[in-house]
């Protein structure tokens, strides 16, 4: 591609957007809380649809806590009271480094002053992780059984007698663990993608949470899902105060509608409904499935991002961004909900701008191109 200013690049942004029957917003997850403030702005305006990346990894978490509520704490609190700590199709090894050392396995804690060896660490998955490695105990579970498993823990809880093994999990480390938990003076599940993306998705969660709400009739016990991008967390929030839901929003008809599985970003890319679409802080050519990925590449796509991925590759207009929380200051939310302020450790290269400040650019010129309509 060619080169070109600022305000060409805007200019162009602009008029595609504001010429899109159906322009689709995606991404979110890795900026602050101001661009997705702004990313609302301008789904409304443009009539668009708005979805982050929540829609390919804790979206089935949500839905299922919306239904059924959810017993939570800080990861200060884990760090301090907790003696039992779960990972359930987690495996933050590798995809959390800092969790174990700051929160859920090593430090030591107000009322864990033995740090590591004060607690108990169990890892449930259907293969052998580098958690795995460093728990207590793993349990491995057959593909796609996590529902099954959770109901028997639930109705062992409950005080059930099991005798056969459930999705190739043995009656009596079923029975063992039940009694683990219950004594626990605090437990945690921290859940991952293993249990919202496989068969069950919701309703995993769903059962999830139900064992969570019976073990708390025995002890402390609360439940956790290991967000991603820095600010996925805000990315839910700031969309769900701005227009009542937390991703999958759909602007069409002028006031928010939500509805996943039509208006999440795999789902209408796959479909061939999107005329034109705006990446933020997201790589979504890498991580979507090809059918989605390819009308990415048939539309005009604009793409705001600090380095170069494979979105950047087939966009019509890329505009390279300052980084959040380094070049930019901003609000991010931690993923137990914890707001923190993103401090601005260096200068942005010259000329570069805040993911925020630019999309403000474009809904100034979108406002102004939709009057003179």
Known sequence: GKESSLDNAIEMAALTLASAKRPIIYGLSSTECGAVASCVELAEITGGVLDNTSSVCHGPTILALQQVGESKASLGEVKNRADLVVFWGANPSDSHIRHFVRYSVTPKGL??????????IVSLDVRETKTSRIADQFVKVDHGGDFELL????????????????SGVPAEVIRVLVKRMKKAKMGVIFFGLGLTQSEGRHMNIDAAVGLVSELNHHTKFVLTPMRGHFNVAGANAVTTWQTGYPYAVDFARGYPRYNPGEYTAVDMLARGEPDAAIIIASDPVSTFPSDAAKHLAKIPTITLDQKVTPTTMLSKVVIPVATAGIEVAGTAYRMDGFSLSLKKVVEPHTGIKSDREVLEMIIKRVKSLKEDT
């Not at 009322?111 to 108990?120: A, F, L, S, T, V």
């Open 151 to 166: 109901l028997a823990l639930r109705a062992v809880v409950r005080g059930s007698k099991i005798t056969e093994d459930v």
């Open 111 to 120: 009322y864990i002053p033995d740090g590591r060896r004060g607690r108990y």
